[in-house]
């Protein structure tokens, strides 16, 4: 008979059973379920809801699950249907009748949202964490190619020199606001909901803010319907992984590009990489092409939590029992992600010299040689022009800005001297760039320090 069968008159379908059964997955929440039953048992001795004693000999049952399960003894089983009636199940069996008064007070959609508030509370420090460890290896890469010249790109076409440092330093910055975003999503989840009951709290005098204070959440819920219902929290750690996966998968796209043979400017080492089974001289970026293919997942979960939750009705329903596989996986695709690509990362070599000679071409110093003329009193829209022929010109003499002698440069406008030449130069054109978020190597070294402070808070 099912915990909650008293009001039926006959077993449910054998079929209903496994489509109903949620055990499969949420059974990786054995520690927060069990963890939160044991504040909640507490609070009811503490409070004279239920004896002192029972409140005892639950707290040491469900104490001895918890060792148990985090050992893997404990089969789960799928007719108990879900995490929560395993373990009071299993409590029962274990100390009898007192076991069943842990329920007392609660519902299993309180219970829920507890677990899964608690269970996120985890991944967002967990994945915090790994986005310090990734910051940490962006920065070291950044403060050892400070002067490492390389062509910047808009359109995927070379646009002007910038350095590597300049271009690691912008990825810190997008996973310093991802770290900013999963310390949102903690303080979403940060929010004691047990209490809530079904959905109209209950009639026993509980004391949620002791609750609270074991289990270690900041605040209580103060809604009883929203309590049971929301799933914002999840949402906000999906959201927040959606978009750090992006950001992996912008950086993975980057190093699959530079790993080819028409840029040469990364070798991916043999520990990230796999051959091909036919062709022998073959070298696959696999590591970072699926972590761009993962992106989609984490995406296609996003949506379809968003999806469940957009037509449901106040308080909870069935299908927000749909809410912890697509949870679940985010977490587990998001972590191996980071964890990965860290150590990818960790091992790339970065060709300088080849990223030096990248940026030689493609009139990446056009821009400089266009605000050479404007120091030296020409408009702006002119030097423009003038610049432009002269990109047309050296396109047909197959020549760079710098190969030009200071008579060809006349011959489109008599501003030109001699210290043009220094002034086109790859290094004089990055350190000119010496404004607050530009890649001149100081305003880059101021931000790495301030990057390394944020890190420390």
Not at 131 to 157: F, R, S, V, W
Not at 161 to 182: G, S
Request: net charge negative.
């Amino acid at each position: 008979m099912k915990l909650w069968g008293g009001r039926f008159g006959k077993a449910t379908d054998g079929l209903v059973d496994d489509f109903h059964s949620s055990i499969s997955f949420d059974q990786r929440l054995f520690e927060q379920d069990i963890t939160g039953s044991i504040a909640h048992a507490t609070m009811l001795g503490e409070q004279g809801i239920i004896p002192a004693e029972d409140a005892d000999r639950i707290v040491a049952g469900l104490k001895s699950i918890l060792e148990d399960a985090r050992e893997g003894k404990i089969a789960w089983r799928t007719d108990a249907e879900d995490i929560h009636m395993n373990v009071e199940t299993l409590l029962t069996e274990r100390i009898g009748e007192a076991g069943k008064r842990l329920h007392t007070g609660r519902s299993r959609n309180d219970q829920v949202a507890l677990d899964t508030r608690m269970y996120a509370k985890v991944a967002c420090r967990e994945t915090e964490s790994m986005l310090n460890d990734l910051l940490e290896t962006l920065l070291k890469i950044a403060q050892e190619n400070l002067h490492t010249i390389m062509p910047g790109y808009t359109h995927l076409q070379k646009a002007q020199p910038i350095t590597l440092a300049h271009h690691m330093m912008a990825y810190t910055q997008m996973f310093l606001r991802d770290r900013n975003r999963f310390r949102q999503a903690y303080e979403a989840a940060d929010v004691m909901v047990l209490g809530s009951g079904a959905l109209a709290g209950t009639t026993y005098p509980l004391n949620r803010a002791r609750v609270a204070e074991l289990l270690d959440f900041s605040t209580v819920s103060e809604n009883s319907l929203d309590g049971v219902s929301d799933r914002d929290y999840m949402l906000d750690y999906m959201a927040a992984a959606s978009i750090c996966m992006m950001h992996l998968s912008r950086f993975c796209e980057e190093l699959i590009l530079w790993n080819t043979n028409e840029f040469r400017f990364v070798e991916m080492d043999d520990a990230f990489a796999t051959g091909s089974s036919i062709m022998p001289q073959k070298k696959n970026p696999d590591v970072a092409e699926l972590i761009r293919g993962k992106t989609g997942r984490v995406y296609g979960h996003l949506m379809g939590l968003l999806t469940v939750m957009k037509g449901l009705p106040l308080a909870y329903n069935k299908d927000m029992q749909e809410d912890k596989e697509a949870f679940f996986d985010t977490r587990d695709t998001l972590v191996k992600g980071l964890t990965v690509f860290t150590a990818m990362l960790k091992t790339v070599t970065f060709r300088r010299e080849e990223m030096e000679r990248g940026a030689s071409g493609g009139f990446t110093n056009a821009t400089d040689c266009a605000d050479y003329l404007v120091k030296k009193g020409v408009p702006f829209r002119d030097a423009h022009k003038v610049v432009g022929e002269l990109v047309a010109y050296c396109l047909n003499e197959k020549k760079a800005l710098l190969d030009l002698s200071l008579e060809e440069l006349r011959q489109y406008h008599p501003a030109f001297d001699r210290d043009v030449f220094d002034d086109l130069s790859m290094i004089s054109c990055v350190e000119k760039r010496a404004i607050p978020g530009a890649p001149a190597p100081e305003m880059v070294q101021q931000a790495i320090d301030s990057a390394r402070e944020k890190l420390r808070h």
